[in-house]
């Protein structure tokens, strides 16, 4: 690869984003801790705008352009996201980027580089069909499966963040080559703040795979409130209403760490979860976690977390019940969280994902060389 004028060893990452999901978070605290290794972050922006709060922050991390453009699982046809992976690439020409690093499969469909590119899959409307809804995505979505699969084959590495998500994956795609797993991270300070007596909950509750109407459901059979945090209403009209569950609306990053901080017990009743980032910071918080049993989260707190079925709110409500009835246990759990979150700090993710770029740029510089 080229230097573009910069010093030797600096890289320049384009790395496509958007404001609606967890995809915010991780790209902010990657791409802060990406610093430390001499590569920089300019942020291709997809999707609806981000509040001003957003904008300043990825300002302080790298650079924010945002284009033009939907997310595939926003629109209803893919001639509506046909321009994304030419967008995206212009603007990587433009930026002098080394490297490619696409959040969602689609963006890499058919695209016309020589940069190197690395997908992450989060998730996706064909992974998230076969856990939601038990069934493959319906015909008039099977353009999604045919994109990420184009994408997946244009791809030099394709990322998965958990083990569990990976062979979501093939078993939804097939063979997937060059697949890795890097889990997801924090960068939150760990903290041992006095705790008060709630459940606290966080997600994008419009969303069935978050499963709100079960966690609602349980929350009128606990004896601590239950706070639950996050949009309520989709980008495309869906909603979702808490009846029980005491909603604080969507909250700025500041803020839900500040919950989260206070919180003794967190939940996620999720049905789908790639990996489960509001997980994990709560670990970081040394809140006891009460999660669904599901792949993905048995794979990363199996032994630090209590688990419950999560298509029952009575077996959801005895577990916070049981915690709030034992501070010893509650307390116990805590540390065990906290002490198992520390395996996904924002440095290892920094440091596998410079190894994955570093030998992306190998195979780049063997293939110039032929």
Not at 207 to 235: E, F, H, S
Request: with cysteine.
């Amino acid at each position: 690869m080229s230097e573009h004028g910069r010093s030797k060893g600096h890289r320049r990452v384009l790395m496509t984003v958007d404001a609606i999901g967890g995809v915010w978070r991780y790209a902010m605290d990657l791409a802060a801790a990406l610093k430390s290794n001499n590569i920089e972050v300019v942020f291709a922006g997809l999707g609806p705008f981000p509040a001003d709060d957003k904008v300043a922050e990825a300002g302080r991390v790298g650079k924010l352009v945002w284009l033009d453009a939907p997310l595939d699982w926003t629109v209803e046809n893919e001639e509506a996201v046909a321009e994304v992976p030419r967008l995206i690439a212009d603007l990587a020409r433009r930026e002098q980027a080394d490297l490619l690093h696409l959040n969602l499969p689609s963006q890499a469909a058919g695209m016309e580089t020589k940069l190197p590119i690395a997908v992450v899959c989060h998730s996706c409307v064909v992974t998230w069909f076969a856990a939601v809804r038990g069934r493959e995505v319906p015909k008039d979505w099977q353009w999604q499966y045919r994109l990420n699969q184009e994408g997946f084959a244009c791809a030099d590495t394709v990322i998965a963040p958990s083990r569990s998500h990976a062979r979501a994956m093939e078993a939804a795609y097939g063979t997937i080559g060059n697949l890795q797993v890097v889990h997801n991270a924090s960068g939150l300070e760990a903290s041992d703040e006095p705790k008060q007596d709630f459940v606290l909950a966080a997600g994008r509750w419009w969303d069935d795979g978050k499963n709100g109407d079960v966690l609602d459901k349980a929350a009128a059979m606990t004896r601590w409130p239950v706070a639950v945090a996050g949009a309520t209403t989709g980008p495309n009209g869906q909603t979702m209403r808490f009846r029980h569950a005491d909603h604080r609306g969507e909250l700025s990053h500041e803020r839900m760490s500040a919950l989260l901080r206070q919180a003794a017990v967190v939940a996620s009743p999720s049905l789908y979860e790639p990996f489960g980032l509001a997980a994990l910071e709560a670990a970081r918080a040394g809140a006891a976690l009460v999660l669904s049993d599901i792949p993905t989260y048995r794979e990363i707190w199996d032994g630090a977390a209590l688990f419950a079925d999560p298509h029952r709110p009575d077996a959801i409500a005895d577990t916070f019940n049981t915690l709030a009835d034992d501070p010893q246990l509650r307390a116990a759990f805590g540390r065990k969280a906290r002490a198992r979150s520390a395996a996904f700090s924002v440095e290892a993710q920094a440091e596998a994902m410079c190894s994955i770029y570093c030998g992306m740029c190998a195979r780049d510089f063997s293939t110039a060389a032929e």
